[in-house]
């Protein structure tokens, strides 16, 4: 597994600028082409450039797997089209009817499941589980619904909020049927999504992270725990 540290504009909060899957990874369009190429290396997939609402939070406001891309409403139709132009017919784009708007917050997915907040409506629910092609459940973790901020996951394991309860760690793994474990990034930051992007090849990890926590990174998106 390869492991980069760096920045985008002086911040080491990555997981708001990209999101990444086994097929495919976007970013947005305020990162360097330098970055883009480690990026492309790292992960060992095709890096498609993109805002989403005229955003640069392509991680905040969008989920995905290998399967498919969940969008927010809020996405432009240009931004839509040059989706569909890029990844093909081989990943589900679907746009999400829905009050909520940051999935990538509100979504915790690999290609075995997903948990989603527990406000999405019904019809927003079978968007979600029809464009990913994965089973579905509404959760939280530590009380709260933020589950995709709380956690990142990959095919290979997931790491959560260090204080995630063992129960929690359970149940996580059982649903996403990888292993579980806890940690931070950047130096502390319990939200480990925030900070970092990932899949089963590679992470991208803010540059305030320790050495400590990447090795925890690092062990656990390889499935050794």
């Not at 600028?17 to 095709?46: N, R, Y």
């Not at 809020?74 to 784009?93: C, F, S």
């Not at 931070?184 to 590679?202: L, Q």
Request: hydrophobic letters at 45%.
């Amino acid at each position: 597994m390869n492991i980069i540290r760096t920045t985008v504009n002086g911040l080491a909060t990555l997981g708001a600028f990209g999101v990444a899957t086994d097929k495919f990874a976007l970013v947005a369009k305020i990162w360097s082409q330098k970055a883009k190429d480690a990026i492309t290396k790292a992960l060992e997939v095709p890096v498609y450039e993109i805002n989403i609402g005229d955003s640069a939070l392509v991680g905040i406001l969008t989920a995905a797997n290998s399967k498919g891309i969940v969008l927010p409403h809020i996405v432009a139709p240009r931004e839509l089209e040059t989706l569909q132009k890029v990844l093909g017919d081989n990943v589900n784009i679907a746009v999400v009817e829905s009050k909520i708007t940051c999935m990538g917050n509100c979504i915790l997915v690999n290609d075995n499941g997903a948990i989603i907040h527990e406000k999405f409506e019904p019809e927003a629910i079978a968007t979600i589980r029809d464009t990913l092609g994965v089973e579905v459940e509404r959760g939280n973790i530590l009380k709260s619904p933020l589950v995709g901020s709380h956690a990142l996951a990959t095919n290979r394991g997931v790491l959560t909020h260090p204080l995630t309860t063992e129960m929690e760690m359970n149940w996580l793994s059982e649903r996403l049927a990888v292993p579980v474990n806890v940690g931070t990034i950047n130096r502390g930051v319990p939200f480990v999504s925030i900070g970092c992007f990932a899949n089963s090849n590679g992470a991208i990890a803010g540059k305030e992270t320790t050495g400590p926590e990447l090795q925890r990174l690092y062990q656990t998106l390889r499935g050794v725990i």
